[in-house]
């Protein structure tokens, strides 16, 4: 074990600690709560209140005891009343910390909630690059450690440091104006003793409690990462590759455990050390006292029972210092989140999108996701009111990318987008987003039920507008084929659905969610080619007479576009018809004599001998 003034932490930021603190009594005093402000005063006076009693109960201890020495008081009840008020003393002080803690309860737990859901919020108001950057597991631990290291630092904040505080000066009063002045310096010299040594240790200690939470969210991270693809796992047989990844993190975190616990004793020691060194020096001065005959047998133990009373809360002050130390790291990284800047942000004042027709203009945009990798060059092109517009291009040449600008995920670097004449820059993201529905190429579902999963599209939508949605998407029969129908589970990402059905629950979202514009990013890639004609045709009906964007692989879903848009390497390099562009022999027709190829060999590698035809069996040849 290092020694104190070796191998020291991290610098603590001050500045974000006292940030952290300032959001917890803006929280705690909230503006225009009036009930809440309330609580809040009446809490406080009954703090006070209890640590009045709470300091008086030895000095009813020490009257019942010199009453029971003065042979005149034993001839009279005095120290039976002095007794039940020693005990009816000892009750109020507990029950006014009860009242004041039911009383109390409701503004802390406001308080927490509103700041685990400013975070949520804020976490979802970032743009795509930071969740597209960020590992979910080690973010969810980080929320649920910052959301614990609040309650614990709001409870024991106003509920035990201020408090011991307080008692401490009144006993200090009490000490100096009752006895010698030098009980009060002593037991004074004694708190500020064991309070430095306190903070010392633990800000030496917090190197390793940074390096417990650094290992715990990298072992979390690890083993949602992990979970969350286990097909993956399971088709390489990495499931021991995976265990020693995991194991990395918790050997890491067993070590700094390891070193925080010994550390954890070393504390113990000294403060239990400090505590009676100080209370064998008071004791002994009040003993001298009676000896001398300056106190009597009642102050000697009503000394005894002030720092006995004084030092218990102060023990545990110094186990609330660590903790709360501990709940400072924890919450400096979660409120860390909230100093995220978002990079998509609505301009003061925006107005909402105004859709008349819907028409999409992309003017001469240029958009890179860093400096050194350029997707798009120079790309125009118009989507009328109510026509469609098909993007195609091989792997690589930016059709998706026009989807995330479309939808403004990211902004373009030059050039401007455009929705019936307004820069998608200047209006509201949630209008827009309102604006346009979107069917992804990879679609990922909520672990719940079907119909939540369809219902997300708009969830004010009554169920026979749920159902009618998924017969637009030709889902209903099979969904009302399951034992539970619409409400059978999805599983993890939608994991119990094949490809094509997630897909379809994917278009029946968005047909519910009845947009203006629409955008299809290879909506039908997963399924197989008699559903794709069936969904290709529902696509058709719900498409027409709306503005729409189809980013497709499959050619074949793209012959009755309105204008195809021949994108390669970012840049624009054909558009026209689809029969145009055939009988220009350009990139376009190339890629379509290529998919026919590929599709011609595909029909002969599969056939149906005349053997097993009546059985209706299907083989692929060798």
């Known amino acids: 074990m290092s020694p104190p003034g070796t191998d020291r932490p991290p610098a603590i930021d001050r500045k974000r600690t006292w940030g952290v603190i300032g959001i917890l009594v803006r929280h705690l005093w909230p503006k225009g709560e009036t009930n809440l402000r309330l609580r809040v005063v009446v809490a406080m006076v009954l703090l006070v209140a209890a640590k009045v009693t709470n300091v008086y109960v030895p000095l009813l201890y020490k009257d019942a005891v010199d009453s029971l020495s003065s042979t005149a008081a034993q001839a009279v009840a005095v120290p039976i009343v002095l007794i039940l008020a020693y005990g009816a003393a000892r009750i109020l002080a507990q029950a006014f910390g009860e009242v004041r803690d039911a009383i109390f309860a409701p503004v802390s737990q406001r308080a927490i909630r509103n700041l685990a859901l400013e ?138 455990a390891i070193r925080s616990s010994r550390t954890l004793s070393l504390l113990n020691i000294g403060q239990g050390a400090i505590i009676s060194v100080g209370l064998v020096a008071v004791m002994a001065m009040a003993g001298q006292g009676v000896v001398a005959g300056t106190m009597t047998i009642g102050d000697f133990v009503a000394v005894n029972a002030f720092l006995i009373q004084l030092y218990m809360p102060l023990n545990l002050l110094g186990f609330a210092y660590r903790e709360i130390r501990n709940s400072l790291v924890n919450m400096e990284k979660m409120f860390g989140l909230l100093e995220v800047q978002t990079e998509i942000s609505d301009r003061p004042g925006a107005p909402p999108l105004a859709v008349a027709g819907g028409e999409i203009v992309f003017d001469h945009v240029d958009f890179h996701y860093e ?70 190429q990879d679609t990922v579902l909520f672990n719940d039920t079907i119909y939540y999963n369809i219902a997300y599209g708009r969830p004010e939508a009554t169920r026979e507008e749920v159902e009618h949605a998924a017969r637009l998407a030709r889902i209903h029969d099979f969904i009302v084929a399951l034992p539970q129908g619409y409400e059978a589970t999805v599983g993890e990402r939608g994991l119990k659905l094949s490809g094509g059905e997630k897909q379809r629950v994917a278009i029946a979202r968005t047909i519910l969610k009845n947009p203006q514009i629409l955008l299809f990013d290879e909506a039908t890639s997963a399924l197989d080619t008699r559903t794709e004609q069936e969904i290709q045709r529902s696509l058709e009906e719900v498409s027409r007479g709306r503005t729409t964007v189809v980013i497709a692989h499959r050619l074949s879903t793209i012959i009755n576009s309105d204008e195809i848009v021949v994108l390669d390497r970012g840049r624009v390099a054909e558009r026209g018809r689809h029969g145009e562009l055939l009988a220009r022999g350009g990139l376009y027709a190339d890629m379509w004599r290529r998919q026919q190829e590929a599709a011609a060999e595909a029909e002969r590698h599969v056939e149906e001998p005349p053997s097993l035809r009546s059985e209706g069996h299907l083989r692929v040849a060798d």
């Open 119 to 256: 975070v949520f919020d804020h976490l979802h108001a970032l743009a795509l690059r930071f969740h597209l950057e960020r590992q979910t597991g080690g973010l969810s631990r980080v929320i649920e450690r910052g959301t614990q290291g609040m309650e614990f630092l709001i409870r024991f904040t106003t509920f035990n440091i201020l408090p011991t505080l307080f008692e401490i000066a009144l006993v200090g009063a009490i000490l100096w104006n009752l006895y010698d002045w030098r009980f009060s310096v002593v037991t004074m010299a004694v708190i500020a003793g064991y309070i430095v040594f306190s903070i010392v240790l633990s800000e030496w200690r917090i190197k390793f409690v940074r390096r417990m939470n650094d290992a715990d969210t990298e072992a979390n991270a690890k083993a949602i990462d992990s979970l969350l693809n286990y097909e993956t796992v399971k088709y390489f047989g990495n499931e021991t590759h995976e265990a020693r990844r995991f194991d990395v993190g918790r050997r890491r975190y067993e070590t700094a």
């Open 371 to 440: 400096p050194a990798r350029p997707i798009l060059h120079d790309v125009s092109f118009t989507v009328p009111s109510g026509k469609t517009v098909a993007i195609v291009g091989s792997s690589g040449a930016g059709k998706s990318t026009v989807s995330r600008i479309l939808f403004r995920f990211y902004d373009v670097a030059g050039g401007s987008v455009r929705i019936d004449g307004q820069d998608i820059r200047g209006v509201q993201q949630k209008s827009l987003r309102a604006a346009i529905g979107v069917v992804p």
